[in-house]
């Protein structure tokens, strides 16, 4: 089981970056995924999901709005598209497969809770500066 993350990078604020998360050694239709990012000095927080059940997706009140989670079965992946970024953006952005069903819940995700899997990526950097 494998979960890789891509397109991390420097942006300036407003700008926007989509992040992959490739998925190997498993089907992500049988797997919620979330996307979840750590900055310096903070605890990790859970920034969007999405179920593979019927395709509903949660996000952070930070970044509902600007950030959207989508899939593509075919590939394997999901993505985080990031826009109107901010420096509060910056942070390591991981994907995972933490619940081990096919489908999240809002206040997990934001509660990081019901975590029961070891299905994370190694993470990507995202930097939004000027």
């Known amino acids: 089981v494998q979960l890789v993350e891509s397109g991390g990078g420097l942006v300036q604020p407003g700008g926007s970056l989509r992040l992959s998360c490739a998925a190997s050694g498993f089907s992500i239709d049988d797997y919620a995924i979330g996307w979840f990012r750590q900055a310096p000095g903070k605890e990790r927080e859970g920034v969007s999901c999405i179920s593979m059940k019927d395709g509903s997706t949660y996000y952070a009140d930070s970044v509902l709005g600007r950030f959207t989670i989508s899939v593509d079965n075919a590939k394997n992946t999901v993505y985080l598209q990031m826009n109107s970024l901010k420096p509060e953006d910056t942070a390591v952005y991981y994907c995972?497969?933490?619940?081990?069903?096919?489908?999240?819940?809002?206040?997990?995700?934001?509660?990081?809770?019901?975590?029961?899997?070891?299905?994370w990526g190694q993470g990507t950097q995202v930097t939004v500066s000027s």
């Open positions: 995972a497969a933490p619940w081990a069903r096919n489908y999240c819940i809002r206040t997990e995700l934001l509660g990081l809770s019901m975590l029961e899997t070891d299905y």
